[in-house]
């Protein structure tokens, strides 16, 4: 933990134990005790630096139990366990101290340790959905500028343009095609706006254009085959997570060699996920690649979006290519 | 006017046929070839004997630095074409 977190968490439970104070003399006014600021003050600070002490404790255990199914119950008999022995300690500690019994529990009892459990539990999961979503949309927007870097690029922009230009000269109608390509994919990525996912069906749209642009430039050595089950074109996709695998596919086993080559993109339901692959009959990966293959930024934006209900398997295709394969949950 | 001979090496179809065009503007230069990728351009830069190559550097099989490689002492200049990329992965 970084000293910023703990002094903020310390900052926390001292100002709940201030404001506690004067209800701890307001409850030792109502039960005809007299007890000092003082008293009221450290009465106060030794219920609740518990709950400080124990707090570590109880965030692991709700990130560990998390927000969904029966494991939540658990909660619940950890909670009185915790109070209790909260309790215990507490009033052990204050009788040490010379506070009589009745005054020690005053500060210590049962509801309001339980709403306090409650509580920490409760701002866990707040927080963690907070920073989650956060690192979400952070994940999208790199995608995004990703994707813009890439159609910025020379390598990609420019060579559209100077491969429409030299085409106006032999096709004007191929011509015309291809910067209406050019100008949609921009569009595209310009107007996405903060949607985390689209349907599969406008995302291999995108693909498609971007496939397109590239066949102009690479000629009849890229060919490309789109093979979806029809039930799989509504399903829920991160926005331009096939773009940087077609982009792959495109560079290795294409633009590398003098060969034709297939780039097929299919995708499935299997056993209610879907599958998404992207297979290319290229050169394939060398045996120690496969482990290298980066896509660091949709692996971080699928484990976010996804948690454990997704994963990229990456290895040689049948026919020798490359192959990505994206396990994604089916959601419409 | 003496022209200077000059012969592309490009494996994209439009951009080599772009620059062929281009270089034809020109009354100062004559292409006498064109090839799609290193080995074809090794091959016509025998047969042809050209003063002047346009060399892209990646191409698939043999690449620009893999000619020029071969080429070494020949005193023949080159002209690199490049347009490099980032990588997404």
Known sequence: ?332 | VTRVRALIAEDEPLARRRLERLLRLRNDIEVVGTAADGDEALAKIASAAPDLIFLDIQMPGLGGFDVVRELRGSGRPFVGLEAKSARPS
């Open chain 1, 1 to 332: 933990m970084k000293a910023r977190t703990i002094a903020a968490i310390v900052a926390v439970w001292t100002l709940l134990a201030l404001l506690f104070a004067a209800q701890v003399r307001i409850d030792a006014w109502y039960a005809g005790r007299s007890i000092t600021p003082l008293q009221a003050l450290v009465l106060s600070l030794a219920g609740w630096y518990g709950w400080a002490l124990l707090s570590p404790l109880v965030i692991i255990l709700a990130r560990r139990l998390g927000t969904r199914g029966w494991r939540i119950a658990l909660h619940l008999p950890v909670a009185l366990l915790l109070t209790f022995l909260k309790i215990a300690v507490t009033m052990a500690v204050l009788r040490r101290a010379g506070f009589s019994q009745s005054n020690a529990f005053s500060v210590a009892n049962v509801p309001l340790n339980l709403v306090t459990y409650a509580a920490i539990v409760a701002t866990t999961h707040g927080i963690d959905a907070w920073r989650r979503g956060r690192e979400a949309s952070a994940l999208l927007m790199q995608a995004r500028l990703d994707l813009l870097t890439s159609q910025l690029q020379p390598h990609f922009l420019f060579n559209a343009l100077h491969s429409i230009a030299e085409l106006m000269h032999s096709d004007v109608e191929a011509a015309d095609r291809a910067l209406t390509r050019v100008s949609e994919l921009l569009r595209a990525t310009l107007d996405a706006g903060g949607r985390q996912e689209i349907r599969l069906s406008e995302e291999l749209a995108l693909a498609e254009k971007y496939l397109e642009i590239e066949q102009i430039r690479l000629g009849d050595r890229l060919m490309t085959q789109i093979d979806i089950e029809p039930r799989m074109l509504d399903a829920l996709v991160p926005l331009f997570i096939l773009q940087p695998i077609v982009e792959n596919a495109v560079r290795h086993a294409i633009a590398s060699r003098s060969v034709p080559g297939t780039i097929v993109i299919s995708a499935r339901d299997h056993d209610g996920a879907l599958w998404i692959d992207v297979v290319d009959d290229g050169v394939g990966f060398a045996a120690d690649a496969v482990e290298r293959v980066g896509l660091t930024n949709t692996r971080a934006r699928l484990a976010h979006l996804y948690g454990n209900k997704q994963r990229i398997e990456i290895s040689r295709a049948a026919a020798g290519g490359a192959s990505v394969r994206l396990v994604l949950p089916f959601r419409t």
